[in-house]
């Protein structure tokens, strides 16, 4: 009998580790985690990504800095408002200045890129991303791009932005050289600079600093130690008077703007000051004579132009003759006017005056020219379509297309 208890045990414990979990009233066990899906390689994702959430770029292969140094040739001091382009496919897409020491560090791919003139082609397919995008510009679009510094008086070399290490994002581009060289007269740059001695030197790099960061008051006790120092000095006569003109001591700003003029006849700056001064206090018969001074000088012999040019000169030869066209039609000298605002047009390839096109309506309007006159029009509201004067505008665009629809054929044909 005890045999077959035992066998009869056996069975019994047999059958029990065989009853369901449900039928012995104990809760469910839970069931083990499902194993984690398999990864797809990157270029295979399991479900598409919505339009708009692409990865972005590596990091590893986004320029985030250009960084470097300006210097001359001759190891003298770089030029004032000495300017770093970035260049792609013979556009410029960005500048920044350098610091009067010639260092320059240029951001790329942020809202704080600076697009400087529609040549600059900010509506590119890039540049519309990135506004919303981390910094940073993709490798890729560097492919085709250089840099270079622009400075009167100056040529400068390239570097080219091929092949950059871009393994920390920040790149050192090295040193871009400026080569001098000679212009025909007049001149941007005054050699007395250079013979300042060493204290008055350090004292105009000062104010430049202080100007640079918005420090007026610093920068003009700068300048006023410079020319204590050294009278002769030119440069720092004429920043002076940038800073006084800025403080709105314009009696003040004129003098110093004089003695630099008064110190070198052929250094330029100050009369494009002076200038521009005289024609925003309507001086008419200054601004003829400070203006014909300046093309007297004829830097790059603009007179004998005949086509578009586009100078990279700090100072623009455009303005001058925008000044001098004004000041002629407003002592009624038409001819001279039409011809001075015609150069400022052919010079203007950056069209930053607007108003010179209706200056030369005008001008076509009074010799019945009304088909030109209506064409500078529009391109004036082209360039200015949220103008103040844009009602007045357009009711003279009305009447003037008015009169031009009046004529007959012969008489527009005379008109050409």
Known sequence: MSHCMRILVLLALAIALLVPGSAAQKPPVPQPPPPPPRSNPPNNPTTPLPRGTEPSQPRENLVMFLSGRVATNDATPVPNDLLVERVCNANVRQQVYSSVRGDFSMQLGSRTESFVDASGDPTSRYSQASKDSEMGIPLRELRNCELRASA????????????????????????????????????????????????ARKAYEKGLEAEWNGKLANAHKHFETAVGIYPGYTSAWFQLGNVLRRENENDAARKAYAQATTIDSKFVPPYFSLASMAYESGNWSEVIDLTRHILELDPLRYANATG??????????????????????????????????????????????PKLHLLLAEIF????????????????????????????????????????????????????
């Open 152 to 199: 009167s008086g100056f040529h400068s070399k390239v570097i080219s932005l091929v092949g950059l290490d871009t393994s920390l994002g920040n790149v050192d581009v090295g040193v871009i050289v400026l080569q001098r060289i000679k212009k025909i007269q007049g001149m941007t740059l005054s050699a007395a600079a250079y013979k300042a001695p060493k204290d």
């Open 308 to 353: 578009y040019i586009l100078d990279l000169d700090p100072l623009d030869y455009a303005e001058v003759y925008f000044y001098n066209a004004v000041a002629n039609y407003n002592l009624n000298k038409i001819e001279d006017s039409e011809k001075s605002a015609l150069m400022a047009e052919h010079l203007d390839v950056r069209p930053r005056f």
């Open 365 to 416: 309007a009074r010799k019945n020219k009304y088909a030109l006159a209506i064409s500078e029009i529009k391109t004036y509201l082209e360039l200015a379509p949220h103008a103040k004067d844009g009602d007045q505008v357009r009711e003279q665009l009305a009447k003037l297309e008015k009169l031009n629809g009046s004529m007959s054929a012969s008489e527009k044909r005379d008109q050409k």
